[in-house]
C-alpha cells in the first residue's frame, strides 16, 4: 500500500479532458476577441483616415500642420527645450509632495490649539484650488519681479516653477489628506494604547497606510504636472512649447506646435501606464487580501 501510495505521489499531473476543452475553449474565444478587436480597430481608422484626408481643406490644413520641413526644423530645438520640462517636472514633483504633505498632516491636526494651523492650511488649499493656474503663473512671474524685493530672484524659471508648487501642492494635499482619512481610527487608537505618541502614531502608522492608499492619484497629479510646465513659456522661458512658439514666428507654419504636442503625450504615455501598473497591482492585492 506505501509503495502504491508513493508512486501515485510521484505521477506527473496529467489535466482532465474536461479541463484541457476548457482550456482550448478558452485559447479560441481569445483569439477570435483579438481578431475582432484588431479588425475593428483597422476599420475605424481607415474611416477617420478618409474621413479627414477627404475633406476639402486637408490639402491647407497638411501644409499648415503636418508640413515634414518644420517638422525636422522644430524637432531639435523642441527637444533641447523638453530637457527644461524635464527638469521643472523632477525639482517641482519633489516639492509639490513634500509641501503638500505638510498641509495635509496639518489639516488633519487635532486639538483647538491648532485651529490657527488648520485654518491657514485650509484657506491655501482653497484659495489656490480654485485659482487658475495661468493666473498664478502670470501673478508669481510678473507680479514678484515687480515688488523689488531685495535678494528675491526675478528669474522666469524660478518664479513659474515656484507658481507651478503652489497650485499643485493644494490639490497633492487633499489627496494626501483623503488618504489619511480613510484610515481607520482604531489604528491611530491602537498605537497610542502601545505608547506611541500623537505624532509617532502618524508617522509610523497612519501615514504609511494612506501614502500605499493614495498613489495612483498622485502619480495622475504628476502627470498633468509634467503637461503643465509647458505653462512657464508665458514668462519668455525657452522651453519646449516656447521654441515651437519661435520657430512658428518666423515661418508662419504651426507644425512646430504640433511636434511639441506629440513630445510632450510620448512623455506622458510612460508614466500614464505606469500610473495603470500601479492601481492594477494594487487593485489585485486589496482582492486578495
Known sequence: MGDRAGESARAPYRPSARRIERERYRK???RRSVLIATASTLV???VLYLL????????RTRETFFNAHYAREALPEVLKGLWL??????VCGALVLVLGLVLAVAR????PVFFPVRALATAYVDFFRGLPLI???LGVIFGVP?????GVTSDPVVLGGAALVLTYS???AEVFRAGIETVHPSQRAAARSLGLTNAQAMRYVVLPQAVRRVVPPLLNDLVSLQKDTGLVSIGGVVDAVYAAQIITGKSFNYTPYVVAGLVFVALTIPMTRLTDWVTARMNSRQGAI
Do not use: D, F
Not at 520640462?85 to 523632477?90: F, G, Q, S
Not at 488633519?108 to 486639538?111: A, F, K, P
Open 28 to 30: 479560441a474565444r481569445t
Open 44 to 46: 475605424t481608422a481607415v
Open 52 to 59: 479627414v484626408t477627404g475633406s476639402p481643406g486637408w490639402p
Open 85 to 90: 520640462n524635464i527638469r521643472l517636472l523632477v
Open 108 to 111: 488633519t491636526l487635532r486639538g
Open 135 to 137: 493666473i498664478c503663473l
Open 146 to 150: 515687480a515688488l523689488r524685493l531685495t
Open 170 to 172: 493644494a490639490y497633492v
